[in-house]
């Protein structure tokens, strides 16, 4: 079992930055990948970015690319996430999320891949 929760939100001025952290309890953190998504009202849930589990690789969705940075400290079983050059349309419900697996893979893309949630944090970009 796993439970998360996010910090870090807020309100920032478009060209900003925001650092969102996500607190892990449980046993298996340290060998799970952990992944955060995204949702704005009215749309689907979006991925952002996910590391694996010694945070040796990373991947990132196209919209966030070279303006987010995702990282993880084991010792302190949390989950970073570096939001730069934020832009009105990353205006979002902001989500950590684990996987039972160790590696990404191409399911990490995916939702449907993570076993545990966080409650979400609101993140809004004002233009």
């Known amino acids: 079992q796993v439970r998360l929760v996010e910090s870090g939100g807020g309100l920032v001025q478009a060209g900003g930055s925001l650092r969102l952290s996500c607190a892990a309890s449980g046993r298996t953190f340290s060998s799970s990948a952990m992944g955060w998504f995204r949702q704005a009202p009215g749309k689907e849930r979006e991925f952002v970015a996910a590391?694996?589990?010694?945070?040796?690789?990373?991947v990132y969705g196209d919209s966030v690319k070279g303006r987010f940075t995702i990282s993880r400290d084991n010792a302190k079983n949390t989950v970073s996430m570096q939001m730069d050059n934020l832009k009105p349309e990353d205006t979002a419900v902001y989500y950590c999320?684990?996987?039972?697996?160790?590696?990404?893979?191409?399911?990490?893309?995916?939702?449907?891949?993570?076993?545990?949630w966080g409650q979400g944090i609101q993140v809004t970009v004002s233009s």
């Open positions: 999320a684990a996987d039972s697996q160790r590696y990404l893979s191409l399911s990490s893309w995916y939702s449907d891949e993570y076993d545990y």
């Open positions: 590391i694996g589990w010694n945070g040796g690789s990373t």
